[in-house]
């Protein structure tokens, strides 16, 4: 079983390039998430979508954006790197079911580096 | 953005040693979620808790869901080297279908098992 995968693992970019992370996921999960996660900090989630079509802004949504274009993908935009941007990132995909919000499921990361 | 405050921070324990963590919010929340991370890889979901005061086992680990709702603890009995890694709580104040689960992370506890 796939679950969530990340392309690409890794990347190193200069700063003012652009780049998009592709996370996809096999378990027909309705929602899907952005984070990044910084040394010493928990993950703080960029941008999440509740379905198809639909985004939305998370904790740091700023230098990002996303889209959901079809219900198993989630794509993470740089349009213009930083070196703020250094960072691992996390895609997450979970259920939608009944009166409780089902746990997220991640994929491995992918770590990016902007010089 | 809000985090949790996790602690301890990082632990150094022997194999066979039972190990004790917390996690504590100003805030209320309606779920707390305990995940695992491995070097390399993304968080692994090990406990999911729904109601205050609800204590959860997995195999060797014990969750429990503080009844102030401001609060979970995880403990790990009997460790073993492969209890390795960064344990996160994280916590969830939404709930219901439509709705995506907005996680708010801890900074993590750092577990280190010798033999």
């Known amino acids: 079983n796939a679950g969530v995968t990340q392309t690409p693992k890794f990347r190193v970019l200069k700063t003012g390039q652009s780049m998009t992370l592709l996370c996809a996921q096999d378990?027909?999960?309705?929602?899907m998430y952005w984070y990044r996660q910084d040394p010493g900090m928990g993950l703080r989630l960029i941008h999440y979508?509740?379905?198809?079509?639909?985004?939305a802004k998370g904790e740091v949504p700023d230098g990002y954006n996303v889209s959901r274009l079809k219900k198993q993908n989630f794509l993470l935009g740089l349009e213009s790197a930083a070196p703020s941007q250094t960072s691992v990132y996390f895609c997450?995909?979970?259920?939608?079911?009944?009166?409780?919000?089902?746990?997220?499921?991640f994929g491995d990361g992918t770590r990016l580096s902007i010089l | 953005g809000q985090q949790l405050n996790q602690s301890p921070q990082s632990m150094f324990i022997q194999e066979g040693e039972d190990v004790s963590m917390n996690c504590t919010s100003s805030?209320?929340?309606?779920?707390w979620l305990w995940y695992k991370q491995e070097p390399g890889e993304g968080p692994v979901l090990l406990i999911a808790?729904?109601?205050?005061?609800e204590l959860t086992s997995n195999g060797r680990l014990t969750a429990q869901f503080g009844i102030t709702r401001k609060d979970s603890f995880l403990n790990i009995s009997a460790s073993i080297p492969s209890d390795v890694g960064i344990y996160f709580c994280?916590?969830?104040?939404?709930?219901?279908?439509?709705?995506?689960?907005?996680?708010?992370f801890g900074t993590g506890t750092r577990l280190q098992v010798t033999l």
């Open positions: 979508s509740v379905g198809e079509g639909t985004t």
């Open positions: 378990m027909n999960h309705e929602y």
């Open positions: 805030s209320i929340f309606n779920t």
């Open positions: 808790l729904y109601k205050a005061g």
């Open positions: 994280a916590g969830l104040l939404e709930r219901g279908t439509g709705t995506a689960s907005k996680l708010t």
């Open positions: 997450a995909s979970s259920y939608s079911r009944g009166s409780y919000n089902q746990p997220q499921h």
